[in-house]
């Protein structure tokens, strides 16, 4: 009679046992994720191109799409203009809207300000929703530190219903200069207590340079939980802490490592929205299709 001991001998010499026997740790293999190109629009702000110009500008250089800021679109509309008009511009020059940037002040802490804040992302999300545009950065703009990231968390669920609602959705947005919401931790946390599925983070390689965060923590981050990011780099010669969003320099021309980025970021195994963002006013005295260009170019060396 074959005894329990013998048995697991005989399982444990079996070459067929040896090659299916799943590994702690080991999933299945994931593809590497696929990245589109985008231009935020602050990357040539100084050459004060129009909304239609920096349209067709990124179509020519072969970006994927763009990310424009509120401000802009609202400019556009106030000539006269129809957003109907604008969607009809970026859709005739093969060009998507990936993300727009606002400032509501949806987490204050204070009431009134928060409740300010919504009506005017409501409104914003909007005219998105008009523009196709899928997305809206939600910074912590109008808080104060220390801020009760669980209260945040609280607000962004209910901007995550809002989104659902408008068919526009937030990505939360942290900024590394900024005192009272600066770290990628902040916003781990704050997307957890929020509990929802469609939570997303929306980072960015200086924020996480400039606020401390460092890169390892984007590793912890499933695919799921990013859409779009940031990039960009900072310079080596300046102390972190001293660093200012017009020192940002292209991708691969600072200090960030880069190449691991890639690798993490290649790793989450679903399509990623590379943005460019920069406010370096050298670039701004440059001719604004060789600065979108040449981003994308350097871009594209790691991805």
């Not at 920096?54 to 763009?66: P, Q, S």
């Not at 424009?68 to 609202?74: G, H, T």
């Not at 942290?174 to 997307?191: E, K, N, R, T, Y």
Request: aromatic share 10%.
């Amino acid at each position: 009679m074959t005894t329990r001991r013998n048995l697991l001998k005989t399982l444990a010499l079996s070459p067929l046992a040896i090659s299916a026997a799943p590994v702690f740790g080991q999933s299945a293999e994931k593809k590497e994720s696929s990245f589109k190109f985008s231009l935020n629009t602050s990357t040539i702000r100084g050459q004060k191109l129009s909304l239609p110009q920096i349209i067709e500008l990124t179509a020519r250089a072969g970006y994927d799409g763009f990310e424009p800021w509120m401000m802009e679109i609202q400019a556009y509309l106030e000539t006269g203009k129809s957003v109907a008009s604008l969607k009809k511009l970026a859709s005739d020059a093969g060009i998507e809207f990936f993300d727009c940037i606002g400032f509501p002040t949806w987490m204050a802490q204070d009431e009134e300000k928060s409740r300010t804040g919504f009506t005017q992302m409501e409104n914003e999300m909007g005219i998105l929703a008009e523009l196709s545009c899928p997305r809206v950065a939600a910074p912590a703009i109008g808080t104060e530190a220390p801020l009760d990231l669980l209260k945040a968390g609280e607000r962004y669920k209910k901007l995550l219903e809002l989104g659902r609602k408008t068919g526009v959705m937030p990505q939360l947005e942290f900024w590394g200069a900024f005192p009272s919401f600066f770290h990628l931790g902040q916003a781990m946390a704050v997307a957890a207590a929020a509990d929802d599925k469609d939570a997303k983070i929306l980072a960015d390689v200086y924020h996480l340079f400039r606020g401390g965060s460092g890169f390892e923590g984007m590793k912890m981050l499933d695919g799921h939980a990013i859409d779009i990011f940031h990039m960009n780099d900072f310079p080596i010669e300046i102390p972190r802490t001293e660093q200012q969003d017009k020192d940002r320099v292209f991708p691969g021309d600072g200090g960030a490592p880069m190449k691991e980025l890639a690798d993490t970021l290649k790793s989450k195994g679903k399509p990623i929205i590379l943005s460019l963002e920069l406010f370096n006013p050298t670039y701004y005295a440059m001719d604004a299709e060789y600065v979108v260009k040449t981003g994308l170019e350097k871009m594209k060396r790691f991805f």
